[in-house]
């Protein structure tokens, strides 16, 4: 599945931002979707995660309360919304799909949990 990830840009901090992904697949609803981040000298890490149907969702500790993850199934496209922004949320945002398995809430994720990977978009935030 080919995903293309845009919405990125430059935000000062509280602030909002909203990410979209459109996955360039006819079976949009049966993967599993994610976000991750990647900080300059930092691994990538996950942001949070939607199940096939959009019903269970997960979230990484460092943006509960803060950041919304969404889907439409209809129009294959899965939306990351951030508010509360901190300067410590400045990354490359991917998005990230898997084929195999369902979301569990409270769970944490790993890249090697998913297969696909759109190119990234870099969000900015200034203090």
């Known amino acids: 599945v080919q995903l293309q990830a845009s919405g990125g840009g430059l935000v000062q901090a509280g602030g909002s931002l909203s990410l979209s992904c459109v996955a360039s697949?006819?079976?949009?609803?049966?993967?599993?979707m994610a976000w991750f981040r990647q900080a300059p000298g930092k691994e990538r890490e996950f942001v949070a995660a939607i199940s096939r149907s959009g019903v269970t969702t997960s979230y990484a500790n460092s943006v509960k309360r803060r950041f919304s993850v969404s889907r439409d199934n209809a129009n294959n496209t899965v939306i990351l919304q951030m508010n509360s922004l901190k300067p410590e949320d400045t990354a490359v945002y991917y998005c990230?799909?898997?084929?195999?398995?369902?979301?569990?809430?409270?769970?944490?994720?790993?890249?090697?949990?998913?297969?696909?990977w759109g190119q990234g978009t870099q969000v900015t935030v200034s203090s």
């Open positions: 697949v006819s079976t949009f609803s049966s993967y599993r």
């Open positions: 990230a799909a898997d084929l195999r398995r369902t979301v569990y809430s409270n769970s944490y994720y790993y890249p090697r949990d998913f297969d696909s």
